[in-house]
């Protein structure tokens, strides 16, 4: 298994840079494989998320289907990719953002019955308790 960089994986992702973009496709597409993955971590995706959000002023549908798009990948390997789908699940749905999300899905993974918040913005989401 190889770790990718959020700068690789982006641009694999838009195709933005004609020379980074074609050595990232070299490597997603002929290097990695099923048997040798490259490893996406979950501070790689989080970073993902922020740059489409903030650099590139991207929507959260587009977000989630970059996303998708990673999980989808038989020569990646995305941390804890179960609780990443139910994040980009909920940022294509409108449910709530995607770091909330994923916060959510991270803590009901480790057993937890609930989160505690004291954001508003996330009583879409229903693990989440805000404190008054």
């Given at each position: 298994m190889i770790g990718l960089?959020?700068?690789v994986v982006?641009?694999?992702?838009l195709q933005d840079d004609p020379k980074q973009s074609q050595?990232?496709?070299?490597?997603?597409?002929r290097q990695l494989s099923e048997q040798g993955p490259g490893f996406i971590s979950l501070v790689t995706i989080l970073e993902i998320v922020w740059v489409l959000r903030s650099l590139f002023k991207q929507s959260s549908a587009?977000?989630?289907t970059?996303?998708?798009h990673l999980l989808a990948a038989d020569s990646l390997e995305v941390q804890n990719e179960q609780q990443v789908f139910e994040a980009a699940f909920a940022l294509k749905h409108r449910t709530g953002e995607f770091e909330d999300a994923l916060i959510e899905a991270l803590n009901?993974?480790?057993g937890c019955s609930r989160t505690l918040t004291f954001d508003r913005k996330?009583?879409?989401l229903p693990h989440f308790?805000?404190?008054a």
């Open positions: 960089d959020t700068n982006l641009r694999y992702l050595q990232a496709n070299q490597i997603v597409d587009e977000i989630a970059h996303i998708e009901a993974w480790a996330t009583t879409r308790q805000v404190i």
